[in-house]
Structure formats: C-alpha cells, structure tokens
C-alpha cells in the first residue's frame, strides 16, 4: 500500500515536472508548405468575384463549367447495384481491376497479357499507385534514385521524398521555344548511371502539354535499353492527349516492344470523371509467373500496411465500364468528347488572342496536348491575372484547359493579352506564397474587370 502510493506520488510529480519544461507534445510543429494547387483553390474560393475562373485544378469541367459524370459510370452504377456487387469480395474486385487495367495500357492481345507476366495491385488513384511503385523502389533498390522530367507534376517530388529516395531531374522541357528539348533529354538519359530509375508520362505531360512524337520515344526506349534504365510511366491522362485510349498508350507498347521491363501507375480520376473515388492501380512488369507472384506478394504486403485494402466502390464501377463491351464503348465516345472539347478550346484560345493583336506567339497553346497548356504566362502576369482579372492558375502559368468554356474564353484571352500587352516591371519575391509580389504595373487599357465583363457581354 505504502509503496504503491510511493509509486503513484513519483508519477504524479514526474507528470508536472515534464509540463513544466514542455507546453505540449506538438510545439515544434509548424505548418507544411502549401500544395501550389491547394493554394490556388484555396485563393480561388476566398474571392467574391463573380467573374472569377479556377483554371488552377486539373479537373475536366464540361462547355457549362461543370463537372461531369460521365454516361458511362452511371450505367455502370446501375449494373453494379443489380449484381448486388456488395458480395463480392475486395480481393476479386481487386484482381478484375487490376487485369482490365493491365489490357488497357498494355494492350488486350499482348504476350504480358496472355502469359500473365505482370504484378498488380488496385491503388489509391494516380497519387496512390506512385506511393505504392516507391515504396517498392525503396524497399528493393534502397541505394537508388528516381529520375524526373523537369518540369513535372508537383507532387512527385513529395512522393519519392517521402519515401527517402532521392530524386533528381532529367531534362525536358524548352522555355524559349515551349517545347521539348529532345537534345537534352537524350543526353541526361545517357549520362545517367547505368540502371537508374526513370519516371516518364507516357501522354499529356504536366504540366507542359508536350509529348514526344512517336519516333522520339522509338530513340529513348532503345537508349533506355543500351543504358539498362527502368522506365516507370505515370499515366494519369490516357486518352486525353488524341482522344483515343489506344494511342495514347503508344509510348507504353513501343517500350513494351523494345523487350523493357516497366512499372505503370494508372490514374481513372481524370479519364472517368472519378476524382474522389481514388482508383488506380500500380503494375509491374515480370520476367514470368513465379516473379509475378513473388512482386504481387511484396506489393500486397506494402499496401496491407499502408491502408489495407482500397474502398470496393470505385473499383467496382471502373471495372465494370472496362469489362462490359456496350460500357467501355460509350466510355470511349465520351474520352474522345473531352479531349475535343479541350481542344477546341485552345483554338478559340488561340484564335481569340490574335484577333486581340497581341504580338506575343501563342501557337504552343495549340501545338500542347491533354488537360494542360502551359502558357509561359510569369509569375507577375499569373499574378495580375489573379488580382485585376479573378482568374486563378499555378504560378508556373499552367492553365487547366478543362476550366475554360465557350463562355469564359474570351474574357480569358482579353486578360491574358492586357497582363502580356501591358507595360509592367514586375519582380517577384522569392516566397512560399506564390501571391506575394512584389510589382510596378502601369496598364494600357484597362478598366475594371466588371466593365471589361459587361463589355464582352459575358453570362457568369
Ligand atoms: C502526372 C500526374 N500523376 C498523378 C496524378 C495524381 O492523380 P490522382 O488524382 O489520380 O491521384 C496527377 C494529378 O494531377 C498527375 O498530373
């Protein structure tokens, strides 16, 4: 009794002693730096314009500006709802997921198919399967590092980190000429070691826009070869690029050709419309089956860790639309109707900066591909066209194409031809906060973004 009591004192003065030198356990915490995109949203939704545009996110919007559920998953919904689908298993789900997303990217009548020489496993989205393939890197290649094109989608520089694989950028893209520069890329491919890790998006890079042609990829896939580097493709826009799934899986198949060994993260987010179920999958590519069960196995045992087994609804539906031939057809039709869309836009784009006589070339806004056009707009213009004009994109310039609409483009174009026309000294203050600027801007023409609004006869 005595002793307990002792012991109880003892931490009871042990317990005041620790708050009195520690107020609590988290003080050290400081807040994360932004997500450029968060941070765009975050800035889009704190205005109270009417006339404001959110060209920041990379979500597919339809001519009206809103978000579209595709025909295609509400057929699919109600398939899955009369097949009960709540029976079935995750694993089942899982493995029918994994197997028609294989077909798609590496084609239904491929040897990898027909021989089951992959690994695979359902993932959370595009962000998820990443995650997944650097975990794997890591536990596998622990001294290595992941090669990424600059620029690249922000995120994936987190992701590799996260995991403490160190990564390094591989040349891609052209300022001057807003295109790629082939001649670099091929040279940083070369003067890596022997067996690095290369991450590559097969079709509509971001943020750029810019692919490289089909013989492009022919060249880098044998240089990859005589280098014995890994390619690991990011696909988190098929489809989006040609409006064709197939051919944007052309970079894929030349590799798969060229005998490569590949890792793949597939993204349905954008290419079904199915931003907030998170499905995706991760898969490697195996010399045969015992390796593909040994990789499915550590695969399995990553993700078992990490979240256990992915929600069933999403991979029911993706499912479901990639394995029901009426489904998958109408799919098809409705990538093809994005991808057009988007690229009508950026003719009208385009077209409605020349008619503005603005001296500037903007021919890449029709030359780039996919979800994104990356404007070579500055970081003063991206600015300007946040404060005087309610419009909202990466301070990198990347427009988000699927945010532009029949409706919205001219009032666009007209921003973006008086923020470029104007007579402006702007310099930016290196700041985690893209909207701090610093910036002496003297317009030509303008009046206020609700005159030049009215004046364009704009329905907001
Ligand atoms: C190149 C690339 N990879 C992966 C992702 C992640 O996509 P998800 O939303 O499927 O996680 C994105 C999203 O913007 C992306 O642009």
């Keep these: 009794m005595i002793i307990s ?4 004192l003892r931490r009871g003065m042990s317990t005041a002693s620790t708050c009195a030198t520690r107020r609590s356990w988290w003080d050290h915490v400081t807040p994360a730096l932004k997500d450029p995109i968060s941070a765009v949203t975050e800035a889009f939704l704190a205005d109270p314009s009417p006339y404001k545009i959110n060209l920041g996110v990379g979500a597919y919007r339809d001519d009206e500006g809103k978000p ?5 998953v509400r057929e699919a919904e109600s398939k899955i709802a009369a097949s009960s689908f709540l029976e079935s298993t995750s694993t089942s789900v899982g493995s029918k997921l994994v197997m028609e997303s294989a077909k798609l990217i590496y084609g239904e009548d491929s040897d990898v198919i027909k021989e ?5 496993i359902p993932a959370l989205s595009g962000t998820g399967a990443c995650r997944l393939f650097a975990e794997f ?14 620029p690249t989608w922000s995120n994936h520089r987190n992701i590799w980190r996260d995991v403490h694989v ?8 052209h300022p001057d000429s807003k295109s790629l520069n ?3 890329l091929m040279d940083d491919v070369k003067n890596a070691p022997d067996g690095s890790f290369f991450l590559l998006h097969p079709c509509a890079h971001n943020p750029t826009g810019v692919d490289p042609t089909e013989e492009q990829w022919r060249e880098i896939s044998s240089l990859f070869k005589v280098k014995n580097h890994f390619p690991f493709f990011d696909v988190a826009y098929q489809g989006f690029a040609s409006g064709d799934v197939e051919r944007d899986a052309k970079a894929i198949r030349i590799f798969l050709e060229d005998g490569h060994s590949i890792g793949c993260a ?13 499905v995706g999958c991760l898969s490697v590519l195996c010399n045969d089956k015992i390796q593909a069960m040994a990789i499915q196995s550590q695969l399995q045992q990553i993700s078992n860790t990490m979240y256990g087994s992915p929600p069933i609804h999403g991979i029911s539906l993706v499912s479901k639309i990639l394995s029901d031939p009426d489904i998958k057809a109408i799919w098809l039709k409705e990538v093809k109707v994005m991808a057009t869309r988007i690229r009508r836009m950026r003719v ?4 409605a900066l020349e008619r503005l006589g603005s001296p500037l070339n903007w021919q890449h806004i029709t030359n780039q591909v996919g979800m994104f056009c990356f404007s070579g707009l500055n970081r003063a213009e991206v600015y300007l066209l946040a404060k005087e004009f309610h419009i909202y994109m990466t301070p990198d310039g990347r427009i988000s194409m699927g945010g532009v609409t029949t409706k919205n483009v001219d009032y666009l174009a007209n921003a973006i031809h008086e923020v470029t026309a104007c007579d402006q000294d702007a310099k930016i203050l290196h700041n985690t906060d893209a909207y701090k600027i610093n910036t002496d801007i003297r317009f030509t023409s303008l009046g206020t973004s609700k005159t030049r609004a009215r004046g364009m006869n704009l329905a907001l």
């Design 5 to 8: 009591r002792f012991v109880i």
């Design 68 to 72: 579209l559920v595709l025909q295609c």
């Design 116 to 120: 089951r020489r992959f690994a695979g």
């Design 137 to 150: 890197q890591k536990r596998f290649y622990p001294e290595s590092r992941m090669y990424l094109p600059d």
């Design 166 to 173: 160190p990564d390094q950028t591989f040349r891609y893209y």
């Design 182 to 184: 082939f001649a670099a």
């Design 266 to 278: 597939q993204s349905f987010a954008k290419n079904m419309g199915l931003y907030g179920h998170r």
């Design 348 to 351: 009208t784009l385009r077209e």
